[in-house]
């Protein structure tokens, strides 16, 4: 499976901040999602980060609030802006290398808003 | 709405016992379910299933999808207290491959 660096792996914010998180992946990969896990939740998928164009979100979540970038194959940021304690979660990338191929995660950032 | 519901919430065995993990879905277009291991952040990839009746088996972690009853099974055999972690069922769905996940079985094993 790919090896999917994730950065930063921590990190404590104050509120009305923004945070980028980096997602690369060692080899291209077909599709890239972003995942958020609030304290004691599952993983909720935040939105799909397309290449070269504007990234699909789910219900709930805004490109104001949770801006995506995919410049190539290998490579996406998250934003996390204007941030508010209620933000405090572990955010995932993820990463599939083709259709038939599962999802692998990269290892997380875990976001505290003080 | 797709929906994915697991079963316990939450396991406590003693080391050398079996356990079965249970995953039930309500999705459209359903495409493959999945099996994660979660013990920190990173969920930990176990098991892609696409068909019905054919198990899947990685040492003393096993899994079966009845696509018919819409469900899965996890089991664990001969546990270990390394096996303590959340396991999450998640489904694929659509052409999107969007996951779903369910809210994941706390398992702990004591000595």
């Known amino acids: 499976s790919a090896v999917i660096s994730q950065k930063p792996s921590r990190d404590i914010c104050q509120r009305g901040t923004s945070l980028t998180i980096q997602c690369q992946v060692d080899?291209?990969?077909?599709?890239m999602f972003w995942y958020r896990q609030q304290p004691g939740q599952s993983l909720t998928l935040i939105a799909t980060?397309?290449?070269?164009?504007?990234?699909?979100?789910e219900s709930g979540f805004v490109i104001d609030k949770f801006p995506i970038s995919r410049p190539n194959l290998t490579f996406s940021t998250l934003t996390v802006s204007n941030m508010s304690p209620e933000d405090s979660s572990i955010y995932l990338c993820?990463?599939?290398?083709?259709?038939?191929?599962?999802?692998?995660f990269g290892d997380g950032t875990r976001l505290s808003i003080l | 709405e797709d929906k994915v519901v697991q079963s316990p919430l939450s396991l406590v065995v003693h080391e050398g016992d079996t356990v079965t993990l249970n995953c039930s879905y309500e999705v459209t277009n359903f495409r493959s379910l999945l099996w994660y291991k979660q013990e920190k952040k990173a969920p930990t990839f176990l098991f892609m299933l696409t068909s019905s009746g054919i198990e899947k088996k990685s040492g003393r972690l096993s899994s079966i999808l009845d696509k018919k009853e819409l469900f899965s099974i996890l089991n664990i055999t001969a546990t270990q207290t390394g096996d303590s972690a959340v396991y999450l069922c998640?489904?694929?769905?659509?052409?999107?491959?969007?996951?779903?996940f369910g809210q994941g079985t706390r398992l702990t094993i004591n000595p």
């Open positions: 993820s990463v599939k290398r083709d259709t038939n191929q599962p999802q692998h």
């Open positions: 998640a489904v694929s769905s659509g052409g999107a491959q969007k996951l779903v």
């Open positions: 980060a397309n290449q070269g164009s504007e990234a699909t979100y």
């Open positions: 080899s291209q990969v077909t599709m």
